[in-house]
């Protein structure tokens, strides 16, 4: 089961430039709610401040709050945040010497998981929710980089997923991808949701208006408006969100 996700009224700073002004949203448990906006809007800063990411960047600072299920993020240890809530990045980043097999496992070996047969077991059944256990099954020992760019995306799915977060944030997953592992992936979203609660940043619109049951809409650092996905494309309250969603700018 996931657990919902709450910024309410975060603001983020590098150095002396605010990024992001007084931003509050909810992210529903087990729904997807898409971030979407103009390069440079705060986006990957915003996800960035959920998982207290954000503030393992020199100069960067943040206020408000994030709230776990009811629970400020930052009144708990950030390793643990991480690892409830997971990140998943636009390039796909497996390790790139380590098997397909340790890739997945090394996040359980670090939190103390040494039985080979509990490893074998969790690794499976994380591949399996990642959508591709079927296609390394065989070849579990050969290093990540064999594997095409999709695969090594839904590696990083499958790695993020074996330590059991409750909620996993993806940062234009499929930005670098192919139409078809495009595809695979938003599939992947689509049946990820029932576990978890994500959130997902995206340039692409019609990716938003496929994988998200709520967006909102970005600009300049400030959220201008969410709502049902269906809603913001179809009945935008403010001319911005109007224009951007019918491609007037960004
Ligand atoms: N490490 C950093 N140090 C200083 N400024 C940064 C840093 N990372 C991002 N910024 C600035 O913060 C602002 C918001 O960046 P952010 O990456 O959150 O935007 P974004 O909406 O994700 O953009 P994109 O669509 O290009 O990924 C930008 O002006 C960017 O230059
Ligand atoms: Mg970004």
Known sequence: MGKALEARAISAR???????RE??????VNQVTAIIGPPGCGKSTFIRCLNRLHETTPGATMSGEVLLDGHSVYDMDPTEVRRSVAMIFHRPNPFPTMSIFDNVAAGLRLHGLRNRAKLAESAEQALRRAALWDEVKDRLHLYSSALSLGQQQ???????????????LMDEPASTLDPLSTLVIEEL?????????????????QQAARVADKTAFFLEGEMIEQGTTTALFTTPQDKRTADYVTGRFG
Not at 157 to 165: K, M
Not at 189 to 205: A, D, P
């Open 23 to 28: 931003v509050t949203l909810h992210m529903p």
């Open 154 to 168: 839904r590696l990083c799915i499958a790695r993020a997923l074996a330590i059991d977060p409750v909620a996993v």
């Open 189 to 205: 979203i689509e049946e990820l949701k029932r576990q978890y609660t994500i959130v997902i940043v995206t340039h692409n619109l």
């Open 14 to 20: 590098f150095n002396e430039q605010v990024i992001l």
